[in-house]
């Protein structure tokens, strides 16, 4: 078990890990934040729960026991509505960034059924979902949008997205779809939470934040904070439900203030055993409908993958997913790899023409050791794109990207 601190966690206490554990938590740190700006995979960010006024009075709870309870609780129905938000303070481009993001994401099939297409619109704005499971074979999250509908429903060994907006169905099966890329459209501040929790060492700081009630239950509030300067992250809430270890609500604030750039919570939630009927699903007349073995033979229009260089098997490099090398420790780790590009980076100057000015405008210009290159930056995460084209991406600030590229050379 990792180290949490509390009033009676040590730091020496908190120190105890072993090889394999720290190696999952360094990607998980990794992958908290990518998944936030969509470079690895479509995610969505949750607003905060309705809080009723007062907080409880609950039995007294240590980090330990929280997060043990956390680990133990096993929930196996449930129906709710979360309300969906993100503040990740990127640049105004006059609604194209959103249009970038769908296309980044879209399937090989292009279809607006494709989830992986879908979830990554949930990057900016503030949205509302529905969500209800009963076990691991049915699961249903809705997007409820203006005068639209969007659902992606596992019903035992089918998987079915429909856009009622474009009238489109996609279908595959659970097979196909994996629970690996299940994974990738996280839906409930639960998911959120288990990604946060694997990625504590003794570089983090966990403590119980007092109680409070989010859609009318009791609860204990977790906080995670780093111990570390040079990140982004200031810290992260987890609201745990008191009777079923539940995380109801998840809150990242940044480390310069201001608004969460994700906060997460239900503003109703029942345990109850949702109707069957719930799950089940079966294509309007006229539907366009693509099949999932379909659109993996039509050109692909996702993320381009990152190198595979492998990583060092000592010292503070470790694999990340998708091939990426982590460099450093604790919340200061940065993700790095090589785009690849055989022109360099990203065009800049009057060489770029129309393009180079425009990222120019939008990113901050940086040299050192390493040579040119330009940082991209939001509220969590930053990415210096070097004129060589090698890429440096994480929760830290611009400087620690500048450093950590000097230092590769």
Same mark, same amino acid.
């Given at each position: 078990?990792?180290?949490?601190?509390?009033?009676?966690?040590?730091?020496?206490?908190?120190?105890?890990?072993?090889?394999?554990?720290?190696?999952?938590?360094?990607?998980?740190?990794?992958?908290?934040?990518?998944?936030?700006?969509?470079?690895?995979?479509?995610?969505?960010?949750?607003?905060?729960?309705?809080?009723?006024?007062?907080?409880?009075?609950?039995?007294?709870?240590?980090?330990?026991?929280?997060?043990?309870?956390?680990?133990?609780?096993?929930?196996?129905?449930?129906?709710?509505?979360?309300?969906?938000?993100?503040?990740?303070?990127?640049?105004?481009?006059?609604?194209?960034?959103?249009?970038?993001?769908?296309?980044?994401?879209?399937?090989?099939?292009?279809?607006?059924?494709?989830?992986?297409?879908?979830?990554?619109?949930?990057?900016?704005?503030?949205?509302?979902?529905?969500?209800?499971?009963?076990?691991?074979?049915?699961?249903?999250?809705?997007?409820?949008?203006?005068?639209?509908?969007?659902?992606?429903?596992?019903?035992?060994?089918?998987?079915?997205?429909?856009?009622?907006?474009?009238?489109?169905?996609?279908?595959?099966?659970?097979?196909?779809?994996?629970?690996?890329?299940?994974?990738?459209?996280?839906?409930?501040?639960?998911?959120?939470?288990?990604?946060?929790?694997?990625?504590?060492?003794?570089?983090?700081?966990?403590?119980?934040?007092?109680?409070?009630?989010?859609?009318?239950?009791?609860?204990?509030?977790?906080?995670?904070?780093?111990?570390?300067?040079?990140?982004?992250?200031?810290?992260?809430?987890?609201?745990?439900?008191?009777?079923?270890?539940?995380?109801?609500?998840?809150?990242?604030?940044?480390?310069?203030?201001?608004?969460?750039?994700?906060?997460?919570?239900?503003?109703?939630?029942?345990?109850?055993?949702?109707?069957?009927?719930?799950?089940?699903?079966?294509?309007?007349?006229?539907?366009?409908?693509?099949?999932?073995? !379909?659109?993996? @033979?039509?050109? =692909? $229009? #996702?993320?381009?993958?990152?190198?595979?260089?492998?990583?060092? %098997? *000592? /010292?503070?490099?470790?694999?990340?997913? !998708?091939?990426? @090398?982590?460099? =450093? $420790? #604790?919340?200061?780790?940065?993700?790095?790899?090589?785009?690849? %590009? *055989? /022109?360099?980076?990203?065009?800049?100057?009057?060489?770029?023409?129309?393009? =180079?000015?425009?990222?120019?405008?939008?990113?901050?210009?940086?040299?050192?050791?390493? /040579?040119?290159?330009?940082?991209?930056?939001?509220?969590?995460?930053?990415?210096?794109?070097?004129?060589?084209?090698?890429?440096?991406?994480?929760?830290?600030?611009?400087?620690?990207?500048?450093?950590?590229?000097?230092?590769?050379?």
């Amino acid at each position: 078990m990792a180290p949490y601190e509390s009033d009676d966690t040590t730091a020496d206490d908190a120190m105890v890990d072993d090889t394999a554990a720290a190696g999952r938590r360094k990607a998980a740190r990794y992958v908290v934040p990518v998944a936030v700006v969509g470079v690895a995979a479509a995610t969505i960010g949750l607003v905060p729960a309705l809080a009723d006024s007062g907080d409880p009075d609950l039995p007294k709870i240590t980090a330990q026991q929280l997060i043990d309870k956390i680990a133990k609780s096993d929930v196996q129905q449930l129906s709710g509505t979360v309300r969906v938000s993100t503040d990740l303070g990127l640049p105004d481009l006059g609604g194209l960034e959103s249009g970038l993001l769908s296309g980044a994401g879209q399937g090989g099939g292009g279809s607006s059924a494709d989830p992986q297409s879908k979830f990554t619109e949930l990057l900016t704005g503030s949205h509302t979902l529905r969500v209800a499971a009963d076990g691991p074979d049915r699961q249903k999250v809705s997007l409820i949008e203006r005068a639209a509908e969007y659902s992606l429903i596992h019903d035992g060994k089918d998987v079915w997205g429909y856009d009622s907006k474009s009238d489109e169905v996609y279908h595959g099966t659970a097979e196909q779809h994996g629970k690996e890329q299940r994974e990738k459209t996280p839906a409930t501040p639960k998911d959120f939470a288990d990604e946060a929790l694997k990625s504590v060492d003794d570089t983090t700081s966990v403590t119980v934040d007092g109680t409070v009630q989010v859609a009318g239950r009791d609860a204990y509030k977790l906080l995670v904070k780093p111990k570390q300067s040079g990140t982004t992250v200031g810290a992260i809430s987890i609201a745990v439900d008191a009777k079923t270890g539940m995380p109801l609500k998840f809150t990242l604030t940044p480390a310069s203030g201001g608004a969460a750039v994700l906060d997460a919570g239900f503003t109703q939630v029942s345990f109850a055993k949702p109707a069957a009927s719930t799950f089940h699903f079966t294509p309007p007349k006229g539907a366009k409908v693509t099949q999932q073995d !379909d659109a993996g @033979k039509a050109p =692909g $229009k #996702g993320f381009p993958q990152p190198g595979k260089g492998a990583p060092k %098997s *000592e /010292g503070d490099l470790a694999k990340g997913a !998708d091939g990426f @090398k982590v460099i =450093g $420790k #604790g919340w200061n780790s940065i993700a790095t790899f090589d785009s690849g %590009s *055989e /022109g360099g980076g990203l065009p800049s100057g009057s060489g770029g023409g129309d393009l =180079g000015g425009f990222l120019g405008s939008i990113g901050d210009h940086v040299t050192g050791k390493f /040579g040119k290159g330009t940082v991209f930056s939001t509220r969590l995460v930053n990415a210096l794109i070097t004129d060589d084209g090698k890429v440096y991406v994480g929760a830290v600030t611009k400087n620690a990207l500048v450093k950590a590229a000097d230092a590769a050379r």
